[in-house]
């Protein structure tokens, strides 16, 4: 169920997105009527829809953290703040490059917290994680450095997706690539940290 929560404006970005190209024109005209501005062209319609509609979607996300009495987390603030800057780029200048980095910048943040603190000798994922397992230090720092090599290729894998094919391939790889990739990554470290909470029951 969270991970569906998580998911939500990836999942109403694609929606909209292919929602927007059963009828390119009549997308057009609406989406330039609520941005305003210079006229749509049909062919960036679509993603201009499924930008508005990922903005609109991470601020009812935090909405409804706050209305069950939580506070959102701090990666759910990171994220409203990088598309909410690269989604209105993108609408005011009509240029979908931008929203198409947002994906890669949300990874380098991520990135660089976990980087800053390989820096500064802290481990960010210890804080967040060291009260559900039991690891010796050393594996805590490969962790650590594990995700931040994940979150820094996989942000380059983006932009390469993202120049390197049309939008719609983006679109698809936005949402099924990078949770594929994540998917196999979380796995991949599950199972290494398992193995490595069995050798301390030893």
Do not use: C
């Amino acid at each position: 169920m969270k991970l569906l929560f998580d998911l939500f404006p990836i999942i109403l970005f694609f929606a909209a997105f292919k929602f927007g190209q059963s009828d390119p024109a009549a997308t057009a005209d609406w989406i330039g009527s609520v941005i305003g501005g210079a006229a749509v062209a049909p062919d960036q319609a679509p993603v201009l829809l499924a930008t508005l509609v990922g903005i609109v979607a991470t601020f009812v996300q935090i909405g409804l953290v706050f209305l069950k009495g939580r506070r959102p987390e701090p990666m759910l603030w990171i994220s409203l703040a990088v598309i909410v800057v690269f989604g209105s780029l993108t609408l005011w200048l009509h240029n979908e490059m931008f929203i198409k980095w947002k994906p890669t910048i949300l990874y380098w943040i991520f990135g660089s917290i976990l980087l800053f603190g390989e820096f500064t000798r802290r481990n960010f994922l210890t804080m967040l994680l060291g009260k559900q397992l039991e690891l010796p230090p050393s594996a805590w720092g490969v962790m650590q450095r594990a995700w931040i090599g994940f979150f820094y290729i996989t942000g380059i894998i983006n932009l390469i997706v993202a120049y390197a094919f049309s939008t719609e391939t983006w679109v698809n790889f936005k949402l099924f690539g990078l949770l594929a990739l994540t998917f196999i990554f979380t796995i991949a470290i599950s199972v290494w940290v398992m193995k490595k909470t069995e050798s301390l029951t030893k």
